[in-house]
Nanobody, 119 residues
Framework: QVQLVESGGGLVQPGGSLRLSCADSGSVFRIYTMGWYRQGPGKQRELVASITGGGKEIYADSVKGRFTISRDNAKNTVYLQMNSLKPEDTAVYYC?????????????WGQGTQVTVSS
């Protein structure tokens, strides 16, 4: 069983930084591809970044060079370091756990954490 709990959201000024954390209380974290998605006001949910159990990273073009995803399998935690934040990064950020080879309906999701970039 996978249960994801996000933390670290908040209000930050443009150009600032935040680090999101997502902790899994289950015991199979290391075999899951972990990802961060976001949904801005009036927008569809989109992939921000993902990292496989082996450490392969994927980023959306809009965040390349500014965001870094990482994972600590010993702590069952995935992180999203967000630098040089822009107002368009404002969204609810969701942690996702996906087991490769399974359909998306079997994915796990956190409850979401709000990130607001505003002066």
């Amino acid at each position: 069983q996978v249960q994801l709990v996000e933390s670290g959201g908040g209000l930050v000024q443009p150009g600032g930084s935040l680090r999101l954390s997502c902790a899994d209380s289950g015991s199979v974290f290391r075999i899951y591809t972990m990802g961060w998605y976001r949904q801005g006001p009036g927008k569809q949910r989109e992939l921000v970044a993902s990292i496989t159990g082996g450490g392969k990273e994927i980023y959306a073009d809009s965040v390349k060079g500014r965001f870094t995803i990482s994972r600590d399998n010993a702590k069952n935690t995935v992180y999203l370091q967000m630098n040089s934040l822009k107002p368009e990064d404002t969204a609810v950020y969701y942690c996702n756990g996906h087991l490769e080879g399974t359909p998306p309906q079997y994915d796990y999701w956190g409850q979401g954490t709000q990130v607001t970039v505003s002066s």
